[in-house]
Each structure stands twice: as C-alpha cells, then as structure tokens.
C-alpha cells in the first residue's frame, strides 16, 4: 500500500488496518477465536483499547458511554437480580414449604429448580448466537415471573416443583445479559461488567427482605411438626413468591419502555452491516453524538457485499439450518484458547458445587455444633437479610479492584485473574474458620465476612465473556453456566443420597461437607493463576 493509498484510507475511517487486505481474512485467528475481517470491523465500531489512541480518536465512533449505555446497564442489572432473588427466594420458602406441604424429601425442589436452570442456560445462550441477543435477553425475565407468580399458588408439592423448574429454565438465561451489555460498551468502561454483580447482591437483599416482613409474620412456628400447619396461617412463603409480579415489571421495562437494540458485533459477525450501522446512529442519537461509518468501509474491510435486510423469521430458518459445532469449535481453537477456555468453564463448575454444598448442609453443622440460642423464625431472616447487605460492599470491592487492573503505574497490580484468586482463596479460609464456631454470632459474623470476601463471583462474571470472542460469546457463556448448574445439581443429590428424610446425618461428620466445600474454593484459587489470558486493559472482541 502507497502513502496515497494509507492517507486515503485513513480519510474514510479505516486507516492503517486496510494493510493486512493482502490476507485471508476469513482464516480463523487461533488466538482470539474469530476471523481477521471481523476483528478490523470490531476495531471500527467500537473505541479498541489495544491500539495506539490516536488511532481509536481517529477512526472509532465516539458514541461513549451515555444514557443508553447507562439504561442498559440498568435493565441487565434487572437480570442479575432476579436470578438471585429466585436462587435465595427458593431455598428461603422451602422450611415453610415442608412444614405445610409435608414432600418426602424437600430437596426435590432444589433439584426441580437446577434441573430448569441447566435446560435454560443451555438453550438461552446457544440461542443468542443463532438468533440474536435481544430474544433471550427479553423472554427469559418474563417466564421467570409468570412462573414465579404461579408458584405461589401451588396445592400440593409436586406441583410446586413443577413450576419451580420452569421458572429456573427462565432464569437460566441470565448470562447472555451480560454479553449483551458487554457488547454495546466502549473498551475503557468494561469494569461497569463487574459492577452488575451488585444487583445480583442487591435480589438476595431483596428477598431476604421480603421474606423478613412476610415469613417472619405469617408462618407456623418453627415447633410445629411437619404436616400439621395449615395453609391459612402458613401464608408468608405464598406472600414470598409473590415477588414474580417483581420480575414481570422488570420484563415490562425490558419490551415495552427501552428500545433495546441488537448487538452491533453480533450482527457484523453474521454479515449484517448494514444493520449493525443502524444500530450504531441509533446509539449515536440517544447518546446525542453523530457517526460518519458508511456501509462502503465495512465493506471495503471485507471486499464482500453485506448481507441483505432480512426478516426475523429468515433469520431464524437461516441460523437453524446451519445449526452444528461451529459456534463451539472456535472457543478452543488453538492451544492457549483451549487451556483458557476449559479452565474458565471448570471454574464454573467448582464454584457452583462450592456454594450449594455449603449451604445444603449448614443447617446440619448449626443443629449439631452450635447452641441453638433465639430460634425464632424472624431471627433466621434478619440473619438473612444481614448477611445480604454485606454482600453488596463485596460487588463494590470487585468492581474497584478491576478498575485498578486496568491502569497503568503503582496501583496496577495483577489482573483479573490476582484479584480472582485472592478473594477466592479468602472464601476458602473463611470458609474452614468457620468449622470452629461455636455461638450464633460465631456463626453470623462468619457468614457475613464470607459474603464480602466473595466478589470473586463479581469479577468471574466480567471476565467469563471478555474472554470469549462475540460471534460465539453466547455459546461460551452457556456452557460455563450449564456446567454451573450440573455441579450445582449433585449438592441437592448429594444431601438426598447422605442423609434421612428427617435430616439425621452423623454428627461426627457435619463439618466433613463445609471442608469439601472450602477446598473446592481453594483449588478454583490455585485454577485461576493458571490462566493463560488476561483480559485487564483489553477491549473484548
């Protein structure tokens, strides 16, 4: 390429990328996943953290971070609550719902529930690769309310577990939230992905909450034998669920007063520029900006036509007969992708058998090893509700320390994967000290020191789809979350499989499950350094 030439592609946005034209830019990158033609693309729609400023000044629309980022950042935080309103609002019902509906195991609940998460992360994600975002991102806030509400009115057990599974197959779908944000925000404001996990802290507030007000107020006592509490004085779990009407307004907001747009990175990587354009001005106006970017860089990137405009319904047929591995294959093309990506979706899966196995069996260790003290069942809320509150100081921390990952200079110090590693580890100290407690407030203050230490979880959820190229972040996303789910389904086995129906399990060895569970933190601790990629100070593709 001439120096006429270079200036002349710098005049209409593309610059010094239209270098590389000599290259087969449909090969695939090994190291990122996707093709070179969309990596260019990307570098243009979007401010790319990786190139000299000058360069992103000059050729990135300057769109930022405006009120249309900040009202998406709103509506996925929707989504990170409800998932963890639905998580906690479950466990919380389900001693009212044994002392009322009288199961054989009420474990089969917890069962029913993940059974419908792991069918939901499953689909949703694949889904949003196929199809586009926006579907999974609106319907799955619906099912869960709808389903939710349906709930509350359960007759008999079986029924509740019915609906309780549906409602996890619509919460399931909660990660594609994040890659939808994700990629409609500039590379200098991915931190704000962290952030979102103060919602997830802020739905575990809110239905411990709740359920203070409600289960505290209108329950049986907590002496009152199992079976023979009866349905009119045993109302405040009915009242509990009631938070669906919660989440359909949360729906309501999503489809009927945001007009959410595509991912502008998913539709370039299906060859539709010229929506994705559109869907860029459209930012642009909301955020009170203009962009230059023609149809005719795109494609000059390319050296291809678009893609026509085409139907919703066209689009579907299309994705679906094409439907095979390609959206997986990608995620471990080459060998440090393939390292990064196995490690990530382990991860998942150690963290999300960690934490159910402790709670599954922290009522064993409490009845066992520690005195009893004010059994009321107002107390065990509020304990509740206090531990949910330090939970939204961990999110805080997570998102300080990402942002600190991201500067350059003394307050640089290490990356996501450190600060993963770090509050990982601490979980799993806390964790084995929390085998000595002997009191109540032992217990509590515990509880509650591991609950701020856990922003890895924050920091997790950020990192997760950074690390996934956007034509196949949906698909990445849904099998970290699905393995999530599955190790998360074997603590409710587990339990079933290690204890009586009337809870009796060996005194000698309640604490056994609780050190499983720290070391299950440790060793996704030691996993973590590991990790081949670090996404700190990078601009996710």
């Excluded at 779908?173 to 962290?194: C, F, N, R, V």
Aim: aromatic content about 12%; overall charge positive.
């Amino acid at each position: 390429m001439t120096s006429n030439d270079k200036e002349a592609s710098i005049e209409k946005g593309i610059g010094p990328y239209l270098e590389t034209q000599a290259e087969d830019l449909t090969e695939l990158n090994t190291e990122s996943g996707v093709n070179r033609a969309y990596e260019l693309k990307c570098h243009l729609i979007l401010p790319a953290t990786l190139f000299e400023p000058s360069i992103t000044d000059t050729f990135c629309i300057r769109i930022g971070f405006g009120r249309y980022q900040i009202e998406l950042f709103v509506l996925t935080g929707f989504g990170w609550m409800a998932d963890n309103i639905w998580l906690q609002g479950v466990a919380i019902v389900l001693p009212q719902v044994q002392q009322e509906l009288n199961p054989v195991r009420v474990e089969f609940a917890t069962l029913a529930l993940y059974v419908g998460l792991i069918i939901g992360a499953s689909l949703w994600g694949v889904l949003a690769d196929l199809i586009g975002r926006r579907v999974s991102f609106n319907i799955t806030l619906f099912l869960a309310g709808v389903f939710g509400i349906a709930s509350a009115g359960s007759p008999n057990f079986t029924t509740f577990g019915a609906l309780v599974a549906c409602l996890g197959f619509g919460v399931g779908g909660k990660m594609i939230s994040g890659a939808l944000y994700l990629e409609h925000i500039p590379g200098s404001y991915q931190w704000t992905l962290t952030l979102l996990s103060a919602w997830w802290a802020i739905g575990q507030l809110v239905a411990s909450v709740v359920a203070w007000g409600f289960i505290g107020n209108f329950s049986c006592a907590s002496d009152v034998p199992v079976g023979q509490c009866p349905k009119a004085e045993n109302m405040g779990w009915r009242y509990t669920l009631r938070l669906g009407a919660l989440t359909l307004l949360m729906f309501i907001c999503r489809f009927f007063i945001f007009n959410l747009q595509e991912s502008p990175k998913y539709l370039i990587a299906n060859g539709r520029d010229e929506e994705a354009i559109k869907v860029m001005e459209h930012l642009a106006r909301k955020n009170g900006k203009s962009i230059s970017l023609t149809l005719d860089q795109l494609q000059e990137i390319q050296g291809s036509a678009t893609l026509p405009l085409r139907t919703m319904l066209q689009v579907v047929k299309e994705s679906f007969s094409h439907l095979s591995l390609s959206h997986v294959k990608p995620l471990f093309a080459g060998r440090k992708l393939a390292i990064n990506s196995s490690i990530t979706i382990l991860l998942w899966g150690l963290i999300g058998l960690a934490y159910p196995l402790f709670s599954a069996f922290l009522p064993f260790y409490l009845r066992d090893r520690v005195p009893s003290g004010n059994s009321a069942v107002s107390v065990t809320y509020r304990n509740y509700t206090i531990v949910s509150v330090l939970g939204i100081p961990g999110s805080l921390i997570a998102c300080a320390v990402v942002d600190w990952t991201r500067r350059s200079g003394k307050y640089s110090f290490g990356g996501r994967k450190l600060v993963m590693a770090v509050s990982t580890t601490l979980t799993g100290i806390f964790l084995f000290l929390f085998t000595t407690s002997n009191s109540q407030a032992a217990v509590l203050g515990y509880t509650c020191t591991t609950s701020v230490t856990s922003y890895m979880y924050g920091v997790l959820y950020a990192y997760t789809p950074e690390v996934f190229p956007a034509p196949h972040r949906g698909t990445g996303d849904s099998i970290a979350s699905s393995f999530n789910r599955i190790t998360g389904i074997l603590s409710p086995v587990i339990k079933i499989a290690t204890t009586s129906a009337v809870g009796a399990l060996v005194p000698t060895r309640t604490g056994q499950p609780i050190f499983v569970s720290a070391s299950l933190f440790l060793v996704a601790a030691l996993l973590m350094l590991f990790l081949p990629i670090e996404t700190a100070g990078k601009a996710a593709l």
